[in-house]
């Protein structure tokens, strides 16, 4: 019986994110106790004069901390991530069936303009646009796995509210790859470093032909080949795995967006996700250590611009797009969500936390601008108590069937 309790704790903590919450509730107390041991932590230097890492004014680089986990261990969260979306495409998934999946999928475009334009239109308000315009797609971010949990918690797990928030945030996230690889390169672009992916593409492929099953393959080759190309090129490396996904063997059935029923399948890409997604939440849980830690001090312009467009433009953005297709365009909302239940998911996507707690890192260099950035990112956890106070407002009940 003690030997139960103890998986169902450990199950908890790897199911809910608490890994990635500690990770972050550390560096907030470090950081405003100790700030100068927490950033010696932080660019403390594995390998001096390294190919890959932090890039100095003398043009040297060298392996630290926060560039082992932002740009190599990141790349298997972002790969985890990929996964799903690739998945979904497939039969049975929610984006093999266009007219289905276009409410979702133009909400969370609308939840991407939404607060972008919020962001930058409140930049030039407060005639900061120059220093902080390139900001903008720190709010247009939405954590899945905190947005879903609270979502849950409001809805039920029978409610179609669900998976419709479900495929909404995979769509935002997959927008966010896309506007993470073109609009934040990390160093001038090299494009010839491009073909290393495509030559890893290739060699999946051929690994697909000659019936290699175990992942390794594809990720220790290919993968490597792939992240490599990503890093030279001057694009961001934790988008590195990305390319090899598709090439990976995957059954041709999709069960829904992170169903964990999948990962008892035996194809290569479910066996990739079962072994890597309990190594992701501590990869995570380091995430949040050497990311979060900023001084309360650090609130500033950024943290309210990006605040509230997260809190306001994230479910304003969902709305109008997600009604504007359904009943404008008369494709209709999923059956038994209603336009008021739309606005519960608007509010429950505004918290960002995880990705947009990323994109600040890359948007601004490291300093005062940044911190302030973070703090926005932290801070849309009150989108959850917001979340919370508009469906009581509005009557949401609980679905029944789990």
């Given amino acids: 019986m003690a030997k139960r309790r103890s998986n169902g704790v450990i199950d908890f903590l790897f199911e809910n994110s608490v890994f990635l919450i500690l990770g972050t509730l550390a560096a907030l107390v470090w950081a405003n106790v100790a700030h100068e041991s927490y950033e010696y932590l932080l660019h403390l230097p594995i390998l001096e004069h390294s190919v890959f890492g932090t890039l100095h004014s003398d043009g040297t680089r060298s392996l630290d901390l926060h560039y082992l986990v932002n740009d190599i261990l990141m790349a298997f969260f972002f790969a985890i991530v990929g996964k799903e979306v690739w998945e979904a495409t497939f039969p049975g998934g929610p984006l093999s069936n266009a007219r289905s999946a276009a409410v979702p999928l133009i909400a969370a475009v609308g939840g991407m303009i939404g607060p972008a334009l919020i962001y930058l239109v409140g930049a030039q308000m407060i005639g900061q646009f120059d220093a902080l315009s ?8 939405t954590d899945i796995a905190f947005s879903y949990m609270v979502a849950r918690l409001i809805f039920g797990a029978g409610h179609p509210a669900i998976p419709f928030l479900l495929l909404l945030a995979i769509a935002d996230d997959a927008m966010g790859l896309i506007i993470l690889a073109v609009f934040y390169p990390q160093e001038p672009i090299q494009i010839q470093w491009m073909l290393l992916p495509v030559v890893a593409i290739g060699i999946g492929l051929l690994f697909q032909r000659v019936r290699l099953s175990s992942f390794w393959w ?9 992240w490599v190309g990503f890093a030279k090129a001057g694009l961001h490396p934790a988008l590195g795995l990305l390319p090899i996904i598709p090439v990976i063997p995957h059954a041709h059935a999709d069960k829904g967006l992170f169903n964990w029923e999948e990962m008892n399948a035996t194809d290569a890409l479910n066996r990739f996700e079962h072994w890597w997604k309990r190594p992701v939440e501590l990869i995570l849980m380091l995430f949040g250590l050497f990311n979060a830690g900023v001084v309360f001090s650090a609130i500033g312009p950024p943290t309210y611009l990006i605040l509230t467009g997260l809190l306001f433009g994230k479910p304003i953005g969902i709305w109008l797009s997600g009604m504007a297709v359904a009943k404008g365009l008369k494709f209709g909302l999923p059956e038994g969500l209603s336009a008021t239940d739309l606005v519960v998911v608007g509010f429950a996507a505004g918290i960002g936390f995880t990705v947009a707690l990323f994109v600040a890192t890359v948007a601004f260099p490291a300093g005062a601008i940044q911190d302030s950035a973070k703090m926005g990112a932290l801070a849309s956890f009150a989108a959850a108590i ?17």
Avoid: D, H
């Fill in 134 to 141: 390139r900001g903008w797609a720190i709010p247009c971010a």
């Fill in 386 to 402: 917001l979340t919370f106070i508009v469906a009581k407002m509005v009557g949401i009940k609980k679905a029944k069937t789990e």
């Fill in 218 to 226: 594809y990720l220790i080759i290919p993968g490597t080949l792939s």
